[in-house]
């Protein structure tokens, strides 16, 4: 997908609504309609606004982010690509130029879900996530990010990891969430306290997985 990729051309896209839903569900949710006829994937990606929506979209579905300088093209992992509030490693001299999205796997439902910031539509706390379950009917992969709550957009390992294995039943992913945030950097201002977006996060999270799992 091209770095100038709009928000309106994404939540358009039969395609991008067949193969890859979460990225036109979270469309939906950013700001309002002139924002998102004239907002890019590119430039929300490149910006690194923490309690921007697609970040963590992007960080979920395990894209790989195609950027562009004078020594030629490199590409970089989304895991390694937002180091920090409005920073990500991106060089000075670099654009970024394209996103790739592997295909999903069988059998997975994705979700996002988010607490919005009334004016601004701005997570104050959100979760995209992907669950795969295996024939056995046991979860085989997972696939969580977390934005608005922390200083960087973040991939939530631990949830992950008790996911994995488990029957995705209701008490293990309520155990599962109360960690998404662990050891992370919280914001905190007037919005929200980190107090309380340790917890909203936990709630979204929890919000995204089963709504994931009813999809799959």
Known sequence: MGALTTYTQIEKSDLLRTHFPLLTEGTTMIGDQQVRNRGTIGGSIAHSDPAADMPGIVLALKAEIVVQGPQGQRTIKADDFFVDTFTTALEPNELLVELRFPVLAARTGSAYEKLANKASH????????????????????????????????????????????????????SAAVSHATD??????????SEEYRRKMAAVVARRAILKAIERI
Do not use: F, K, N, P
């Open 122 to 173: 701005y997570a104050i706390a959100g979760c995209a996530a992907l669950i795969t379950r295996g024939t056995d009917g046991t979860c085989s992969a997972a696939s969580i990010a977390i934005t608005g709550a922390t200083v960087r957009t973040i991939r939530a390992s631990a949830v992950e990891s008790a996911l994995v294995g488990s029957q995705l039943d209701e008490a293990t992913i």
């Open 183 to 192: 050891g992370e950097s919280m914001i905190s201002d007037i919005h929200g």
